[in-house]
Nanobody
């Protein structure tokens, strides 16, 4: 069992930055690939970024590539999402998720989810 708690969301102006943090419980954090997803009102949940177990493999959705960066610290059981050059279309609830698969961009392949943190970008 893995419990995930996101933090770091908030209200920011377009062009600003936020850093999301996802803290995981349990001793097996390094055995999970981690991902960030987001869901805007009236839209389906969307993949944002994923990182492999060791942190070496990373993948970012085209919509955030060059602006967002996923990273992890296995010693701290934490995964981060650094978000720069934010746009109003980035407004959504952001979810952290853990997958027992080596690496995934598909929401249904994730086993555990956090409760989400709201990110709002004003124009």
């Amino acid at each position: 069992q893995v419990q995930l708690v996101e933090s770091g969301g908030g209200l920011v102006q377009a062009g600003g930055s936020l850093r999301l943090t996802c803290a995981a419980s349990g001793r097996t954090f390094s055995s999970y690939a981690m991902g960030w997803f987001r869901q805007a009102p009236g839209k389906e949940r969307e993949f944002v970024a994923a990182i492999g177990r060791s942190g070496t493999s990373k993948y970012h959705a085209d919509s955030v590539k060059g602006r967002f960066t996923i990273s992890r610290d296995n010693a701290k059981n934490t995964v981060y999402l650094q978000m720069n050059s934010l746009k109003p279309e980035d407004t959504a609830v952001y979810y952290c998720a853990a997958s027992s698969r080596p690496y995934s961009t598909r929401a249904y392949e994730y086993d555990y989810w956090g409760q989400g943190t709201q990110v709002t970008v004003s124009s």
